[in-house]
């Protein structure tokens, strides 16, 4: 049987499992990635985690990594979350300690594609992603091109469409981005411009019964959703929009209301389904364990 191991590289965690061909879960290893002590560190923390695992069984490796990525070849063209991360070959950095081909992929695209694997969009053939989290990423997945990377490996970068023209700043530096919006800390960075309190997301959102200002941060966040969505549907036309990352986990909250808002503003929802993510914090190791498989099998 084969198998191979996906790796997803989060800002405090590196997640590793060995996979088989029907996307199950043989082994895990988990380390804290150390971000802030730089690349080799990281790298170091990467290597710990393979060989927590029974890396010897594996025919490939994938590996999903925040940043522009030069899929082709396996280089991070830029990354801001890790010192020395930006530039470096990290298929040839991983390559160095095993003795499998390694494939390197984008964080938000490993995540649309274990969903078209094995989670919530198995049968569409044009796929829209964002992930809600610290910041708001993006994938795009359609039947006859695959994902979609741009000329400069910064294609799908959802999170950076200007949702308020000069509005606020984001940290990519330009201003009004949907990012500054959507983000799960948009919620606190709102509600302490409302209040001058400091409370997380969820704190927040566990107020609204009680709390007029919690209440209008929900209404704007859902607004700004719904507005976010309904650009997404007339630019890309797709069947469905997945929304996944760590903000889903309070869904029952907004969900309802965030839909209710898109299907008001938006000129056509009849022929588009918005559905949450299956996978939440499997789909990084589901998604690279996906392209491990797919580009050792094409060569690439």
Known sequence: ?????????????????????????????????????????VLNNIKKTVYGLD?????AIGIGTPGFIDSENGIVTFAGNIEGWSGLNLK??????????????NDANIALLAEKWIGSCKSADNIVMITLGTGVGGAIYSKEAGLLSGAHFQ????????????????????????????AGTALSKHYK????????????????????????????????????????????DPEVIVIG?????????????????????????????????????DSGIIGAAKIAFERIENGK
């Open 245 to 281: 990352g760590g903000v889903i986990n309070s869904k029952d909250i907004w969900w309802d209301g965030m839909i209710e808002k898109f299907n008001d503003i938006c000129n056509n929802t009849l022929n588009i389904s918005v559905i949450p993510a299956k996978f939440l914090n």
């Open 155 to 182: 294609g799908a970068e959802l999170g950076h469409m200007i949702l308020h023209p000069n509005g606020d700043y984001c940290t990519c530096g330009q201003y009004g981005c949907v990012e500054a919006y959507c």
């Open 55 to 59: 890396y010897k069984d594996a025919i």
């Open 193 to 236: 411009k409302l209040t001058g309190d400091d409370f997380t997301g969820q704190q927040i959102l566990d107020r609204i019964d009680r709390d007029d200002a919690a209440l209008e941060v929900l209404t704007t966040y859902q607004n700004d959703l719904a507005h976010f969505l309904t650009s997404l549907r007339n630019i890309f």
């Open 92 to 105: 040839k950095a991983i390559e160095e300690f095993v003795d499998v081909p390694v494939f390197v992929e």
């Open 1 to 41: 049987m084969d198998k191979v191991i996906g790796i997803d590289l989060g800002g405090t965690k590196i997640n590793a499992c060995l996979i088989d061909r029907e996307g199950n879960i043989l082994d895990r290893n988990s380390i804290d990635t150390e971000a802030n002590k730089g690349r080799d560190v």
